[in-house]
């Protein structure tokens, strides 16, 4: 939180400062993300450094996931574990991050919920035959693959759009 901040001397403020820019971050993105500064310098290039890894799709190239991470810079004041989950459950379901890099800012679980309510509301989850159920899994997948802007959606918000999803999902049925 930005109470951090008031206990922070002003030369430790303005080191952050200088060592997020030095990132590649752009002042109004600090400017958003102002609880990084009351953090240990070390503990930003750490993440920084963690996360490129975990966001790299070229190994050969360093930086390769530079580009979604300062697309995405809340993520430096995320633990690296939650990054690297989010990572690992999006590719479990076939989705690639590097064209919606917002999906990073959720947890699993989060979508997990969000894929739950689609199963149930938008697959009729609940009457499919036990033999069907796995089947009707992987069609969900499907849809979401397709559409994986939906997962950046809240539950309250597809619900409003339940009728039309249900009507884009009857394809995947």
Excluded: C
């Excluded at 290039?45 to 991470?69: A, F, H, V």
């Excluded at 697959?123 to 009707?136: Q, S």
């Excluded at 849809?143 to 884009?168: A, G, H, Q, W």
């Amino acid at each position: 939180s930005n109470a951090q901040l008031l206990g922070r001397d002003p030369e430790t403020i303005a080191k952050n400062y200088q060592a997020l820019q030095g990132l590649g971050l752009t002042d109004s993105k600090i400017v958003t993300l102002a609880h990084l500064l009351g953090r240990n310098p070390k503990t930003i290039e750490r993440n920084y450094q963690k996360t490129i890894g975990l966001l790299r799709k070229d190994y050969s190239d360093r930086n390769s996931g530079r580009g979604i991470l300062l697309s995405q810079s809340s993520l430096l004041g995320r633990p690296t574990k939650t990054i690297e989950s989010t990572v690992q459950h999006l590719y479990s379901i076939g989705i690639d991050y590097k064209d919606n890099p917002i999906l990073l800012s959720a947890k699993p679980s989060t979508k997990r919920k969000k894929l739950a309510w689609m199963l149930k509301e938008l697959f009729d989850y609940t009457t499919v035959p036990e033999e069907e159920k796995r089947e009707t899994v992987d069609k969900l997948y499907n849809f979401v693959r397709n559409n994986p802007k939906l997962l950046t959606s809240s539950i309250s918000t597809l619900e409003k759009k339940k009728e039309k999803l249900r009507e884009k999902a009857q394809i995947y049925k």
